[in-house]
């Protein structure tokens, strides 16, 4: 990521987007919400040069105000209480939660290689900037890394998707949660061997969850109820993660 930037681009329907620009140099894994103040949040993977700057391989976050037309200078965020001995959060992923704080779900663990240590664990926050670990660990696997989280909350019930394998295309790990922080897996999601479950879920309407995965195109799918998924759409846009 840190010799590519970060692109952005529109879509009236989800499938064919245009206006492709920069959206931030060296960085990569965004995910966007919108705020309950009405602005966007964008928080990504950033490797600003040169190599082992304070900014190097940090999560930052950029806001808007105007629906994603201009965007403040990116800003590192800060996990207060992240335990010592962990690694950077990476792989950031934001949710609000049901009293209107910010959460961000992350990857992390004990070694900078991915082992068996990395997990998904979460911290919350008011301003998006400044975070509080919260303890515990979201989701976990006794023998491979957990990593890349999707999370969000449709028709009243957390969904959270981790890929099963950042190497090979098959499908995602599935938990669901009352509260968004104690979650319990249940079937697994199902992929082939082009469309991979790295990505982020997007709520369409009040009926119809998706996901944005990544392939040769970007992709999405469609559920009901974040369980039973739609054939794979392609869009016209080249990219992923």
Request: glycine letters at 8%; hydrophobic letters at 35%.
């Amino acid at each position: 990521p840190w010799k590519r930037p970060l692109k952005m681009c529109r879509s009236y329907d989800g499938t064919n987007f245009t206006g492709i620009m920069t959206f931030q140099d060296s960085s990569g894994v965004p995910n966007v919400i919108k705020l309950p103040s009405g602005n966007l949040a964008c928080v990504f993977q950033w490797f600003r040069q040169p190599v082992g700057s304070p900014s190097w391989d940090r999560v930052a976050v950029k806001f808007s105000s105007n629906n994603g037309i201009n965007w403040t200078e990116p800003t590192p965020i800060v996990v207060n209480g992240l335990p010592g001995n962990f690694t950077r959060p990476f792989d950031p992923t934001l949710a609000i939660t049901d009293n209107n704080r910010i959460r961000i779900f992350f990857s992390s663990g004990l070694n900078m290689i991915l082992d068996t240590s990395i997990n998904t664990y979460s911290a919350i926050s008011d301003d998006g900037i400044n975070y509080t670990f919260e303890n515990g660990i979201r989701f976990t696997m006794p023998d491979r890394p957990v990593l890349d989280p999707a999370v969000i909350k449709f028709r009243n019930l957390w969904h959270l998707a981790n890929p099963i394998s950042n190497m090979t295309i098959s499908g995602a790990f599935h938990n669901i949660s009352n509260d968004g922080l104690n979650f319990t897996r249940v079937q697994d999601i199902n992929s082939d061997a082009t469309h991979s479950w790295i990505g982020n879920y997007m709520i369409n309407d009040t009926n119809e969850l998706r996901f944005y995965g990544s392939g040769m195109n970007v992709w999405f799918s469609s559920s009901p109820n974040g369980g039973e998924w739609s054939a794979f759409n392609s869009t016209n846009i080249q990219g992923g993660d």
